[in-house]
């Protein structure tokens, strides 16, 4: 299975902004894009010998780039699959953008760390590859699965006796979307509708993301 396994605060670095791929290390000062981060060791800046250089405004282009290779890092999907999923999306009734990011919030493994199982999506999705999690109490091992409204989530037994999972539950500090609701203590999570816009919280600018695949 193709997969990103370099270093992931190197595309936050690229994207310049917080992606929140490694879990705590993007809460902390220790992020490599932190606001707070102002020393001599900061690197906010992309990576690579010419980084400071690309930090300048580009073209139209590059901006539009920039915007949906954000959104791509940030959900872990790859070019292939993230161009079938705007495909699809072109395809439904309604706004393009706002039904793609929909489809990104639905995906199994981002409900997985919405739930705050997982601290980032990486583990998230290791925790579905694992066999660690039910929907609808059978075990889905693809991360990309599609959930849809009236979907239960819930994990295994021997996942909630896991030290990870329990303390991302008690350490993690992030509110549950309005389009889940918690069960069973938290051990269960049902998709109640369609992720709207204003329920997602990602700083992104899918309209960027349309113009660039409308070329």
């Not at 849809?148 to 539950?169: F, Q």
Request: aromatic content about 6%; proline content about 4%; hydrophobic content about 35%.
């Amino acid at each position: 299975m193709a997969r990103y396994t370099g270093p992931v605060c190197r595309l936050c670095r690229r994207e310049h902004a917080k992606l929140f791929l490694k879990g705590e290390r993007c809460y902390s000062l220790k992020c490599p894009v932190s606001e707070a981060v102002t020393d001599r060791h900061s690197r906010a800046y992309p990576p690579g010998q010419h980084g400071r250089d690309r930090m300048r405004q580009g073209s139209e282009y590059q901006v539009q780039l920039r915007e949906k290779q954000k959104v791509r890092r940030t959900y872990g999907v790859l070019e292939k699959q993230f161009r079938n999923m705007y495909a699809d999306a072109n395809r439904r009734q309604g706004i393009t953008g706002e039904i793609l990011l929909a489809m990104l919030e639905l995906r199994l493994d981002n409900v997985v760390f919405r739930a705050r199982y997982g601290s980032s999506r990486s583990q998230a999705r290791q925790l579905v590859r694992h066999g660690h999690v039910l929907v609808n109490s059978k075990r889905v091992t693809i991360p990309s699965y599609r959930l849809s409204p009236g979907d239960k989530i819930s994990l295994t037994e021997p996942a909630r006796e896991m030290a990870v999972v329990r303390r991302n539950l008690e350490m993690i500090d992030r509110a549950m979307p309005a389009w889940m609701a918690s069960e069973d203590g938290l051990w269960e999570v049902s998709i109640l509708s369609e992720p709207k816009r204003s329920e997602i919280d990602e700083t992104v600018k899918e309209q960027l993301i349309v113009e660039l695949y409308s070329k």
